[in-house]
């Protein structure tokens, strides 16, 4: 139980397009999904927290207009890449975890690798 | 602020026992996790503890002492497939998950 799917797994696209990514959980429901972000070597950062039916809270730093997060149904929340750019390029990953009480795990997607070229 | 401290790196060799330590300063706890990566992949689920003490799954435990703000992730009978970066995580008191650096685990024959 508790898969978490994740669409594309590789992007590679021309400075200035916009590239969506799905996050999909699979067998249950997901009130609360994560967007990270992990460079080469690197632990992961989260980029911002997706709320179904309300805004996701972004952390510090990580621009709004930029990385727009959808989350309109219980199982799927979207990331869209705006005007991406070379330094855009990194591999993104989503979570999910089934909630309720602190000890249950994030459970991951298997990451999107984006490069800008 | 909040930080969580790993080893960057740790070389074991296979049939051996590695323990990958943890130490974390962060506003409030509501648990550990251990999740091992294997490089270009995501990271997958562990080991997770709240209370003190020793938690056992096959050939990984996982160990924690709150007070001493420390854990330890132990793997016994290495295997090669062990090979990879082990992220421990804290969850504060707003139910944030603090992530650490990683550890790369390098397994030699």
């Known amino acids: 139980g508790a898969v978490v799917s994740q669409h594309p797994s590789r992007v590679i696209c021309k400075s200035g397009t916009s590239v969506k990514i799905e996050c999909r959980s699979l067998?249950?429901?997901?009130?609360?999904m994560f967007w990270y972000r992990q460079f080469p070597k690197k632990s992961l950062m989260l980029m911002a927290t997706?709320?179904?039916?309300?805004?996701?809270?972004?952390e510090q730093g990580v621009e709004k207009d930029k990385f727009l997060i959808n989350h309109a149904s219980l199982t799927l929340s979207t990331l869209t890449v705006t005007s991406a750019h070379p330094e855009d390029s990194s591999f993104y990953i989503c979570?999910?975890?089934?909630?309720?009480?602190?000890?249950?795990?994030?459970?991951f997607g298997d990451g999107t690798r984006l490069s800008i070229l | 602020g909040q930080n969580i401290d790993q080893p960057t790196e740790m070389t074991a060799t296979e049939g051996a026992i590695v323990q990958i330590n943890c130490t974390y300063q962060t506003s409030g706890f509501n648990g550990l996790f251990w999740y091992q990566q294997h490089a270009g992949e995501a990271p997958t689920f562990l080991s997770y503890n709240v209370l003190d003490g020793l938690e056992e799954k096959g050939r990984f435990s996982s160990f924690l002492s709150r007070s001493k703000g420390y854990s330890y992730l132990l793997l016994k009978e290495l295997q090669m497939k062990d090979s990879a970066s082990y992220l421990c995580a804290v969850r504060d008191s707003n139910y944030q998950l603090i992530w650490g650096a990683g550890t790369k685990l390098i397994i030699k024959p």
């Open positions: 067998d249950f429901q997901a009130t609360t």
């Open positions: 979570s999910a975890s089934l909630g309720g009480g602190g000890n249950q795990p994030q459970h």
């Open positions: 997706s709320n179904e039916g309300s805004k996701a809270t972004y």
